[in-house]
């Protein structure tokens, strides 16, 4: 069965970016080591985030976003920074000139984005990115597990991991805890 994980690189006060999107250090352990984590080596990270990051990125088939981030990324350039499909939650139709052969899908609610990533993805993982989108997905009880890569450092405000969410969730106990260098990886299952 396909599993559903909300994740991202997130702050100690749980925010993944400030107001105007800016990420700040949330990225700097992308370099604080000696193990390629992607083929052209061009981010170096610890053999531990290396061990627990690489295999995760490996098993994903399909990501969910939301329009906001497809706009500020450009879309990647028509290639998925993550599996083999994007799954775009938008009101609007893809941009004027967007390459109808890019895996990219556009819906227009955040059921519909996972029923069709979950397709797309087979028996791989989707992934949810956090924000907004993956808040109201998480709230409506469409995640399996909650992964989060904590940074030490702490925003104080800006946008929040879970996005708007304002009802309580409960968690199972961490079944992953792994130390980098700047950056604790921790996964938890969501309590049924």
Known sequence: MTKVIMQTIVSVDGFIATDDDQVGPLFD??????????????????????????????AIGALIVGRH?????????????AGEHCVVVSHRTAPEGWDADAPFHFVDNVTDAVRLAKELAGDRTVSIAAGDVGGQIFAAGLVDEVALDVVPVVFGTGKRYFGSLSKQVMLEDPDEVVQGDRVLHLRFRVRN
């Open 69 to 81: 981030v497809f706009d500020m990324t450009n879309g990647w350039g028509g290639k998925p920074p």
């Open 29 to 58: 352990w992308f370099g604080t080591g000696d193990t390629p984590l992607y083929e052209n080596e061009s981010v170096l990270v610890t053999k531990q985030s290396h061990d627990y990051y690489r295999p995760k990125l490996d």
